[in-house]
């Protein structure tokens, strides 16, 4: 009896979570479609989402486009296919890599610091400050961040993309010898728009859950410092894990 009544009360509380978790993003995405809307807030949080991160984006696609290009050749080469390398190496950084690394990135770095400081707002009080002044926290905490997740990461994986394509060129070139303009040739060739777009769409998506969890874990924190910290580590978990799910969920949608 003990381990199923366990079990009925992990489970009300994973329903109760969730229903709390449906009623924020009704809430959030109702505020993100209604007047009045922020715009220095969100010009603010894309700069800080977009621009702030373009480096730890940047460098993460340009090391594993390179990375990706030794071990596809170290791979194919068993097979005689080292001509494959330049069109695994952009197919593999538009389709998955690009927007899933930048998604991981993003969530470590942006996620966290939403929580945090909604976190902190929260438990001094500050988020009830905003209500007492009849400003709604939704629209001015919530909104701003998910537009501006929404719409800045596909920018940043459109740029990651391009660099890691080129981090595979410059390896490929100039360490495995291959000749510039048969790679660039190979890599024009077998790219459809659909690899393109699939990425982006999946960034946008992965935006959106990265802002959410954010604002979400922050604006339910509690107890303090301890309380501020535990939200910002359920931030980044959770958007983590939504994003290697929803990304086999797109991935089953638009290649299936």
Same mark, same amino acid.
């Given at each position: 009896m003990g381990f199923l009544?366990?079990? *009925?009360?992990?489970?009300? !509380?994973?329903?109760?979570?969730?229903? @709390? +978790?449906? /009623?924020?993003?009704? $809430? *959030?995405?109702?505020?993100? !479609?209604?007047?009045?809307?922020?715009? @220095? +807030?969100? /010009?603010?949080?894309? $700069?800080?989402?977009?621009?702030n991160s373009l480096p730890v984006v940047g460098l993460t696609a340009l090391f594993t486009g390179m990375v990706l290009a030794l071990q596809s050749y170290n791979g194919f080469a068993r097979f005689n296919a080292s001509s494959?390398?330049?069109?695994?190496v952009v197919l593999s950084i538009t389709r998955e890599l690009g927007p899933v690394m930048a998604g991981l990135m993003v969530a470590g770095r942006v996620g966290a610091a939403m929580?945090?400081?909604?976190?902190?707002?929260?438990?001094?009080?500050?988020?009830?400050?905003?209500?007492?002044?009849?400003?709604?926290?939704?629209k001015?905490?919530?909104a701003p961040r998910i537009l501006a997740g929404t719409l800045m990461l596909p920018c940043l994986v459109l740029v990651a993309d391009i660099i890691g394509v080129f981090g595979g060129y410059v390896v490929s070139i100039y360490r495995l010898g291959f000749n510039p303009s048969s790679y660039l040739s190979s890599t024009v060739q077998?790219?459809?728009?659909?690899?393109?777009?699939?990425?982006?769409?999946?960034?946008?998506?992965?935006?959106?859950?990265?802002?959410?969890?954010?604002?979400?874990?922050?604006?339910?924190?509690?107890?303090?410092?301890?309380g501020v910290g535990a939200a910002t580590t359920h931030a980044v978990v959770s958007a983590?894990?939504?994003?290697?799910?929803?990304?086999?969920?797109?991935?089953?949608?638009?290649?299936?």
């Open positions: 009544s366990g079990i *009925g009360r992990a489970t009300l !509380v994973f329903l109760a979570a969730t229903g @709390r +978790l449906a /009623l924020f993003t009704a $809430r *959030g995405l109702s505020h993100c !479609v209604r007047p009045p809307y922020y715009p @220095r +807030l969100i /010009l603010r949080q894309m $700069r800080e989402i977009g621009y494959a390398i330049a069109t695994v929580a945090a400081e909604i976190g902190t707002m929260r438990v001094t009080e500050q988020v009830d400050a905003l209500s007492t002044l009849s400003t709604n926290p939704y001015y905490l919530v077998y790219l459809q728009t659909i690899d393109v777009v699939s990425g982006l769409v999946k960034a946008a998506a992965f935006g959106f859950i990265i802002s959410l969890m954010g604002c979400y874990n922050g604006y339910h924190s509690k107890g303090g410092a301890q983590s894990i939504m994003i290697l799910m929803i990304n086999y969920l797109l991935t089953g949608l638009f290649f299936s």
